[in-house]
């Protein structure tokens, strides 16, 4: 009995490692839709050569062709090491996996990821416990991959020197993340999804203060695509579109687990995969990602990069916590937020913050969508302010700004709340 | 192994966590800490407690273990008031659920 149960899981665990195979495969082999593989490849020379800070588009620095190949890359790769580990393709798994394939768009690349990979193998190795226990760290943990690339490219150091001293701190830094992701989600008790993000901020802010005391700045870097909202759309569209099919063929078109998929917080640690499967995962991840399509479109943005990105990493997560239902208020009120402060909604700093900002959702699924609103109104300042601390170096700015509001926000909701609780 | 003691701990605080929101209010409690897996039962008495609740628990325990999210995430169980039943479900090998209409009993076992 117990043979079958196993044979049955690891047939299932093959589906889901094909199917996201697929979607990494797809990102690759489309780069050529693009642009010719000259000039992906010239295109890919001088992403990797970029300082990668907040916020590069290497669909600028790039091309879309060699964008989309580096995200193919980073997404095979990352598979690769999690099939190799005898990794559970879960809803933590992908969430890391498309959140890869997303900043593959502006600011992680084959050459900056490595050393931070590695230094959390040697992590690994120091406490003689299995890689598979560090992957999402290590997936997660190369929100810092600038670091990496500025040291290397950007300070002005001689280039041997450069890329020793950058590789050095990559690895430094991947040895002491683990500890700190897993002692920092505690800041936030789970309801901030992007737990490396608010990590790495810390971690990027202490490197950053050292940085600074030896009078190496980071330029302020603002390098978005323009004009592609046709093609980048429809591509988009068409990723989002097949999620949907892909649930339809794996579980057909009941939408009851959908339904129950909605009554889920989000909080730290829902895996979507776990709790209800995986197609009507895949079903939830194509639908937030036309959610926020439509959101970028209908206030007038451009799609570049950073907003792929923005946009992959909410389907990603959609295998990790985040559903419509729990997502909209965010959104919500960072549009609102918009309206009444200085960034318009259809800058890039507006749509990034719409759409990564959806970090929060745990709250509305909570508390309940005012308070999701509100929690959205208040990230949208928040995460303008606190850039500089980091100096554009920690690619999950909003992750950073998240676990603040949401260390200050739920403390003061829980605190109103049992007081409710104790007057009845 | 200095993580271990820690992780039972947490876990037993979750299982503690569980009882008290399930009114059980007195709770006898239990922990082994062997050289190569730790073991924590609660017992306490209780009313009635939903068929479905019990089948839910059951299945939580005996889960899969996940190495993939231990290091990372295990600091959330036991640590507050939000419930991380499934979380401590892929911290343990296995677990037993013993109820007989007055006693609920439970057992988890986590190898090191």
């Not at chain 1, 040697?122 to 670091?147: D, N």
């Not at chain 1, 909570?366 to 609103?373: A, D, H, L, N, S």
């Amino acid at each position: 009995m117990e043979n079958v149960v196993n044979k049955s899981l690891q047939h299932s665990e093959e589906l889901k490692y094909r199917i996201i195979i697929g979607y990494s495969l797809f990102m690759l082999l489309t780069s050529f839709f693009f642009n010719t593989p000259r000039e992906i490849v010239q295109g890919m020379g001088r992403i990797i050569v970029s300082p990668s800070l907040l916020l590069s588009d290497y669909m600028v620095i790039g091309n879309i062709g060699s964008s989309t190949a580096n995200a193919g890359i980073l997404m095979l790769s990352s598979i690769f090491i999690a099939k190799k580990n005898k990794a559970l393709m879960n809803g933590p798994l992908i969430a890391a996996i498309f959140t890869i394939g997303g900043f593959a768009f502006f600011g992680k690349n084959i050459y900056n990821v490595i050393s931070i990979v590695t230094g959390v193998y040697l992590h690994s190795l120091i406490k003689k416990e299995h890689f598979t226990k560090f992957l999402l760290p290590a997936f997660f943990g190369t929100a810092l991959s600038p670091l990496v690339s500025q040291v290397s490219f950007g300070f002005g150091f001689a280039l041997p020197l450069g890329i020793l001293l950058g590789n050095i701190l990559g690895i430094l830094i991947g040895i002491i993340l683990p500890p700190l992701a897993s002692s920092f989600v505690r800041f936030h008790n789970g309801f901030n999804l992007y737990n490396i993000g608010f990590t790495a901020g810390i971690t990027g802010m202490l490197f950053m203060s050292f940085f600074r005391s030896f009078e190496l700045q980071t330029p302020p870097t603002s390098i978005v695509y323009q004009g592609g909202n046709l093609v980048l759309g429809s591509y988009l569209l068409l990723i989002f579109i097949s999620m949907i099919v892909v649930k339809l063929i794996i579980s057909g078109p009941n939408l009851d687990k959908f339904k129950k998929l909605m009554t889920y917080s989000g909080r730290l640690v829902t895996d979507f995969v776990t709790l209800e499967g995986f197609g009507v995962t895949m079903f939830n991840m194509g639908l937030l990602g036309i959610i926020g399509l439509i959101y970028v479109l209908l206030v007038g943005g451009e799609i570049s990069g950073p907003v792929i990105g923005g946009l992959f990493t909410l389907i990603g997560f959609g295998a990790f916590g985040k559903h419509p239902k729990n997502i909209m208020p965010l959104i919500v009120g960072v549009y609102i937020a918009s309206l009444l402060k200085t960034w318009e909604a259809s800058s890039v700093s507006g749509l990034l913050t719409a759409l990564f900002g959806t970090t929060l959702a745990p709250i509305s699924g909570q508390y309940g969508w005012k308070f999701g609103i509100l929690a959205g109104f208040i990230h949208m300042s928040v995460v303008t302010n606190i850039g500089y601390l980091h100096g554009g170096m920690n690619l999950y700015n909003n992750g950073f700004s998240g676990g603040f509001v949401a260390a200050i926000l739920v403390p003061i909701i829980e605190s109103f709340k049992k007081e409710q609780e104790d007057e009845r | 192994m200095r993580d271990e003691k820690s992780k039972l701990i947490k876990i037993m605080n979750e299982l503690v966590r569980f009882y008290l929101k399930n009114g059980i209010h007195h709770v006898e409690m239990q922990l082994d800490y062997d050289k190569d897996h730790g073991m924590v039962s609660l017992t306490g008495c209780c009313g009635k407690m939903e068929e479905s609740v019990l089948e839910d628990l059951n299945q939580i325990l005996n889960s899969p273990r996940k190495d993939e999210t231990e290091e990372y995430y295990w600091n959330l169980i036991g640590s507050n008031d939000f419930s991380e039943m499934h979380l401590l479900g892929s911290l343990v090998d296995c677990g037993e659920v013993f109820y007989d209409g007055c006693n609920l009993k439970i057992n988890v076992k986590r190898k090191y």
